[in-house]
């Protein structure tokens, strides 16, 4: 058996040394083994394995010299459980033959895996051409041990329709296991550490932390900016200022000099009409700027208990209104006297303040 384990890469060269041809006669037969032994030359390796086929020609000699010498390379020899392993057979045949393999390889234990074949002719001066036929058939084993690859079956034939069938030897075949350490189990040692990339979160978490404290320092300002305005639209109006402030100012405010140099009267005279029509309505609570003089008049008969006071307020207007429409020129000591008429009925139709009377018991009580 260890003569027969081929190591890897090992060639192994066959040659059927004997083909048994079906003649008519038991002579021609032994003939031609005889014959095909000695054309197999110093490559064969084997024995038999009772080769069979046909021919039709006389002599013997003829029917050994179309035979193929047949070569067969393993690879690997030892292999391990289901990797695939190719046989490599070669034929150097005479150009005129062709070989085929069955269409389907019984090589229990192995497993036909696929197949491919090629043909490459060669021209030698002087003799007849030949050709190299190769067959490349990959197999696999799924079992342990030392397996026996079962012969392998071609069939070989020639132009004058000779067929003969060519078999390779069973070739031993150690099948060991894809862990090393099968027959001591063992751990495998710890590896060193290796560096992965990692997923960087921090930045996106970064990112939404800042976002969410914008957005908190966002709705913060609005919220405190809604409760400043309804604070602010709670707060009570300031007091309105006295009508006798606004008018005193704005008669203050005239430029009477500047209005009687350009000659302005009916101007000067208008604004004056307007600051004390503007007073009496916001003293008495109805807007005089939109009325005439005797309709004022006729409001201020209700308002206004004092007659008097009464005429001297319509005389004012009057005569602001004989300058504003009869275009009528007053000196300057009656501009000096309107304005301070509009100030003495300011003064008279101020309403005096109210003193407060606190009475103070010894002991708190009244």
Not at 28 to 57: E, F, I, V, Y
Not at 152 to 170: R, S, V, W, Y
Not at 313 to 342: H, M, N, Y
Request: aromatic share 4%.
């Amino acid at each position: 058996m260890t003569g027969r384990c081929l190591t890897l890469g090992a060639v192994l060269t066959l040659l059927a040394p004997a083909v048994a041809f079906g003649q008519r006669d038991a002579g021609a037969r032994s003939s031609a083994s005889s014959n095909a032994a000695d054309a197999a030359g110093d490559g064969l390796l084997g024995k038999s394995d009772g080769h069979q086929g046909d021919a039709t020609s006389d002599s013997g000699a003829d029917k050994i010299d179309w035979l193929p010498k047949l070569t067969v390379k393993i690879t690997p020899a030892v292999a391990k459980l289901g990797d695939p392993i190719t046989v490599k057979i070669v034929l150097d045949q005479p150009a005129e033959v062709h070989t085929t393999l069955p269409l389907k390889l019984e090589l229990d234990p192995f497993v036909e895996l696929g197949r491919q074949s090629q043909i490459k002719r060669r021209e030698t001066p002087g003799k007849l051409p030949r050709s190299e036929q190769v067959f490349e058939v990959s197999v696999a084993v799924y079992k342990l041990g030392e397996q026996t690859l079962p012969p392998i079956e071609l069939t070989a034939l020639n132009p004058g329709g000779d067929m003969a069938t060519i078999k390779t030897t069973a070739v031993p075949i150690r099948i060991v296991s894809s862990m090393p350490n099968e027959p001591q189990p063992k751990l495998k040692e710890t590896a060193p550490p290796v560096s992965v990339f990692e997923d960087r979160l921090w930045p996106i978490y970064l990112i939404c932390g800042l976002a969410l404290l914008g957005l908190t320092v966002i709705c913060t300002l609005l919220i405190a900016k809604r409760i400043r305005q309804r604070r602010e639209a709670l707060k009570p109006p300031p007091p309105p200022i006295p009508p006798e402030i606004t008018a005193r100012a704005a008669l203050a405010a005239l430029p009477v000099e500047e209005l009687l140099a350009a000659g302005e009267y009916k101007e000067l005279y208008l604004n004056i009409s307007e600051i004390m029509r503007a007073y009496i309505g916001a003293r008495h609570g109805f807007d005089a700027l939109e009325m005439t003089t005797e309709e004022i008049d006729g409001r201020l008969a209700a308002a206004m208990s004092d007659a008097a006071l009464r005429a001297r307020c319509t005389q004012l207007w009057t005569d602001c209104d004989l300058v504003k429409f009869a275009r009528v020129r007053p000196q300057s000591d009656d501009v000096g006297q309107t304005i301070a008429e509009a100030h003495q009925i300011i003064d008279a139709t101020t309403p005096m303040p109210t003193a407060a009377v606190v009475e103070e018991g010894g002991d708190g009580q009244n």
